[in-house]
């Protein structure tokens, strides 16, 4: 099956600064990777998502990045802001029909210091 | 438009008990999928139920079981409970055709 690997398990940075948290995952048929954005009591918030066909997404000051030759995909944050810290998961599945299985990385603990 | 909505929000059992949670999807989806999460992890796919029926399962035991009704609406039951089944039950709603799924808040379990 699926395995996705994520790191770092833990980030720190200063606000403004940028962040990057990285992914790998081991299934080629993999072709649908979202990100999800966790705060303490509540449940994943889908933050951004890409499917193989596109190589890079934006949305504001979220990016996401596909590399699926060397199976990995990265989040980049710019501008950080306090609210920013939270955990981020990464996850992967094998689209197409939306009903596939979400395989989710261990989580990126991100701390956006004042 | 409400979101996914899970009950109850929290549930203290004992060991050897059975548990039942709910979930309600996001108006006009028709697919429920039900994650564990574990403190400290990532959640991890237990099943996932549309058109009445489970349709693809993760790697956890015959314990855990569920239900989809016709408004979609899901329940997830786990049996005879032992401590590691203690974690945060999510349930993550989608519709079929598209791979977005949606998560609700959650229900955290403390078996004892």
């Known amino acids: 099956g699926e395995n996705v690997e994520q790191h770092p398990s833990t980030l720190s940075v200063q606000e403004g600064d940028s962040a990057v948290i990285k992914c790998t995952y081991s299934d080629s048929a993999s072709n649908y990777f979202p990100w999800y954005k966790q705060e303490l009591g509540k449940g994943p918030q889908l933050i951004i998502d890409?499917?193989?066909?596109?190589g890079e997404k934006k949305d504001q000051r979220i990016a996401v990045t596909l590399n699926k030759t060397a199976k990995h995909f990265s989040l980049h944050i710019t501008e950080t802001q306090p609210e920013d810290s939270a955990v981020y998961f990464c996850?992967?599945?094998?689209?197409?029909?939306?009903?596939?299985?979400?395989?989710f990385g261990s989580g990126t603990r991100l701390q956006v210091q004042p | 438009d409400a979101g996914v909505t899970q009950s109850p929000t929290h549930l203290i059992k004992t060991r050897g008990q059975q548990v039942t949670l709910r979930c309600s999807p996001k108006?006009?989806?028709?697919?429920v999928s039900w994650y564990q999460q574990a403190l400290g992890q990532g959640p991890q796919f237990i099943f996932q139920?549309?058109?009445?029926?489970?349709?693809q399962r993760g790697n956890f035991p015959d314990r855990f079981s569920g239900h989809q009704f016709p408004n979609y609406s899901s329940e997830l039951n786990v049996n005879a409970l032992l401590l590691g089944d203690s974690a945060l039950y999510l349930c993550?709603?989608?519709?079929?055709?598209?791979?977005?799924?949606?998560f609700g808040p959650g229900t955290r379990l403390l078996v004892l």
């Open positions: 139920y549309y058109e009445e029926e489970e349709r």
């Open positions: 993550a709603s989608s519709l079929g055709g598209v791979e977005t799924q949606y």
């Open positions: 996850a992967a599945s094998r689209g197409g029909t939306g009903r596939r299985a979400l395989t």
């Open positions: 108006s006009g989806h028709d697919t």
């Open positions: 890409i499917r193989s066909n596109v």
